[in-house]
């Protein structure tokens, strides 16, 4: 494998840092391609066309990567879009989410769902991005759903050839690889979005208008909570194929004992009795990717990838994207001086954990910026909860729903949201009428985020969360997944203008990822 190792000082500059001049121009293009080393790159087509940002056509030609899950529904507010390509490493699963989608509700299939199965037949198929993106040409952007550890060698492969890229969150497996994403942005002039849609949506902006009003009084606290893993996809358990201790003959004069080693013999026991080929069709070594090449198991695929941390980056990489975001935005935090994490057991060897700890709680160190004070921030996931706030009423409670939420703590008052930043209620209620007369102050979204995207792309709006903001929130949540390494609440310091974890050196080998040999940025 190819470990990204020192890392000149130039990609690993923080975001504030302007590290280059956005292209305006074709000749400023190129330049800044060939100052940064970036080869031979196509132009894309709103640098061809001139300055004003437009695409000659008022239709994308949009390739799809990865629409089993989360790519689909991507797939779906598009279809106003030319969907020419799709990629995918098994069809099957595909076909079979898109039945489900064909079903009848209330004796009817929905009209997306017949202009999706046509978009489907229509497009081109491949299983490998590369030889999409080599043998279309006519690619304007490319959507990109697949698990986490392959999100940035496609994005990176598509920005370099002046593809606009949407990329669903987290935006990378590796801090590495966010600032990668971020400097090619920067130097290829292409649209970006990462796909926290709650970015787009009322909730999110509604509550920065609040936070940003000052009408909760300083605020240097904040919490935020998930409901994931739990229901949703298994961690804290060993891999597949590890040694599983045969079953012993019952002895009358030693009754059966239950403990946390007798759950994870089961669970081994079980995941040997589960088949150990790749469904057919499937090409399971371009779903591996960069990540090592290990044996198939349906604990991995389909869906269950999230919670290995050979593909995933856990609960926080899956929900900080759409509960970090509000806080991150609202307090213009920028990166964390320190990180703290404790959680339950991984998963696997303690030197080589398989999974990601059932449940997490990491505490953020956030720097005075400005006129706002220095900021906590405090991550809890596997059904942990923050204590309860101040102000709020007795008999009410904070948000449970699918997905989680966050909370505001100031001086003067509370203010909790839900998932996407929904729903943002304000105590003590007495603060009602303040609230009532915050006048809006950011632009509204009128479509879906995916809509958003693909109006930037066109030249007709702002991407709503373009990597130069998505990239460091992104790498706020990779580095409490880095601090859950150390663990045990022990506080590591982090310099961000370094990208270095300065007081235990030792998780910098997690700020990068190793590629496996034929993957690279």
């Given at each position: 494998m190819t470990r990204v190792g020192r890392i000149d000082a130039a990609r690993t500059a923080p975001y504030d840092r302007a590290m280059i001049t956005p292209p305006s121009s074709r000749r400023d293009f190129l330049g800044q391609a060939a100052t940064l080393g970036l080869g031979a790159l196509v132009l894309p087509r709103h640098l061809v066309a001139g300055t004003t940002g437009k695409l000659p056509s008022r239709t994308l030609n949009v390739a799809c990567v990865g629409i089993g899950g989360m790519g689909m529904s991507n797939m779906a507010q598009l279809l106003g879009e030319n969907i020419v390509a799709v990629c995918d490493v098994d069809f099957a699963y595909v076909e079979r989410a898109l039945e489900g989608r064909l079903r009848p509700r209330d004796g009817k299939v929905s009209e997306e769902a017949l202009r999706l199965k046509a978009a489907y037949e229509k497009a081109a198929k491949y299983t490998d991005f590369r030889r999409m993106l080599e043998e279309r040409k006519d690619i304007d952007a490319v959507v990109i759903a697949t698990p986490d550890h392959l999100h940035a060698v496609i994005a990176s492969a598509a920005m370099q050839l002046g593809k606009h890229v949407y990329v669903q969150k987290p935006l990378t497996y590796s801090v590495h690889e966010s600032r990668h994403l971020?400097?090619?942005?920067?130097?290829?002039?292409?649209?970006?979005?990462?796909?926290?849609?709650?970015?787009?949506?009322?909730?999110?902006?509604?509550?920065?208008?609040?936070?940003?009003?000052?009408?909760?009084?300083?605020?240097?606290?904040?919490?935020?909570?998930?409901?994931?893993?739990?229901?949703?996809?298994?961690?804290?358990?060993?891999?597949?194929?590890?040694?599983?201790?045969?079953?012993?003959?019952?002895?009358?004069?030693?009754?059966?004992?239950?403990?946390?080693?007798?759950?994870?013999?089961?669970?081994?026991?079980?995941?040997?009795?589960?088949?150990?080929?790749?469904?057919?069709?499937?090409?399971?070594?371009?779903?591996?990717?960069?990540?090592?090449?290990?044996?198939?198991?349906?604990?991995?695929?389909?869906?269950?990838?999230?919670?290995?941390?050979?593909?995933?980056?856990?609960?926080?990489?899956?929900?900080?994207?759409?509960?970090?975001?509000?806080?991150?935005?609202?307090?213009?935090?920028?990166?964390?001086?320190?990180?703290?994490?404790?959680?339950?057991?991984?998963?696997?060897?303690?030197?080589?954990?398989?999974?990601?700890?059932?449940?997490?709680?990491?505490?953020?160190?956030?720097?005075?910026?400005?006129?706002?004070?220095?900021?906590?921030?405090?991550?809890?996931?596997?059904?942990?909860?923050?204590?309860?706030?101040?102000?709020?009423?007795?008999?009410?409670?904070?948000?449970?729903?699918?997905?989680?939420?966050?909370?505001?703590?100031?001086?003067?008052?509370?203010?909790?949201?839900?998932?996407?930043?929904?729903?943002?209620?304000?105590?003590?209620?007495?603060?009602?009428?303040?609230?009532?007369?915050?006048?809006?102050?950011?632009?509204?979204?009128?479509?879906?985020?995916?809509?958003?995207?693909?109006?930037?792309?066109?030249?007709?709006?702002?991407?709503?969360?373009?990597?130069?903001?998505?990239?460091?929130?992104?790498?706020?949540?990779?580095?409490?997944?880095?601090?859950?390494?150390l663990g045990k609440g022990r506080k590591a310091l982090y310099d961000a203008e370094r990208m270095a974890f300065t007081s235990h050196p030792e998780l910098n080998r997690f700020l990068t990822r190793e590629y496996r040999s034929g993957w690279s940025l």
């Open positions: 971020a400097r090619l942005a920067q130097t290829t002039g292409v649209v970006t979005q990462m796909g926290n849609q709650g970015h787009s949506m009322e909730g999110s902006r509604r509550v920065v208008e609040i936070v940003r009003s000052g009408v909760l009084g300083r605020i240097d606290t904040v919490h935020v909570w998930t409901d994931r893993p739990v229901g949703y996809w298994a961690q804290g358990i060993p891999r597949p194929g590890s040694p599983v201790p045969p079953v012993r003959p019952p002895d009358p004069a030693r009754p059966p004992q239950w403990n946390a080693r007798t759950v994870e013999v089961a669970v081994l026991r079980a995941m040997a009795d589960n088949p150990q080929s790749p469904p057919p069709g499937m090409d399971w070594d371009l779903y591996c990717g960069p990540a090592p090449l290990i044996p198939y198991h349906p604990a991995y695929h389909p869906f269950a990838w999230r919670g290995w941390t050979d593909f995933g980056v856990g609960s926080l990489g899956d929900m900080g994207a759409h509960l970090v975001d509000q806080a991150y935005w609202a307090l213009n935090l920028t990166q964390p001086t320190s990180v703290a994490a404790s959680s339950s057991p991984w998963g696997g060897p303690a030197d080589n954990p398989a999974t990601y700890p059932l449940a997490t709680q990491v505490e953020y160190e956030f720097p005075a910026v400005g006129t706002r004070g220095p900021v906590k921030l405090y991550w809890y996931d596997g059904g942990l909860m923050p204590p309860r706030p101040p102000f709020m009423p007795d008999d009410k409670s904070l948000p449970l729903g699918d997905g989680g939420g966050g909370l505001f703590i100031g001086t003067r008052g509370v203010l909790h949201y839900e998932t996407y930043g929904r729903n943002p209620t304000v105590y003590p209620e007495s603060l009602a009428g303040e609230v009532a007369a915050i006048t809006p102050s950011l632009p509204r979204i009128a479509t879906s985020h995916e809509g958003n995207f693909a109006a930037a792309c066109k030249g007709e709006a702002e991407a709503s969360c373009p990597f130069s903001y998505a990239a460091p929130l992104n790498e706020t949540m990779l580095l409490g997944m880095a601090a859950l390494r």
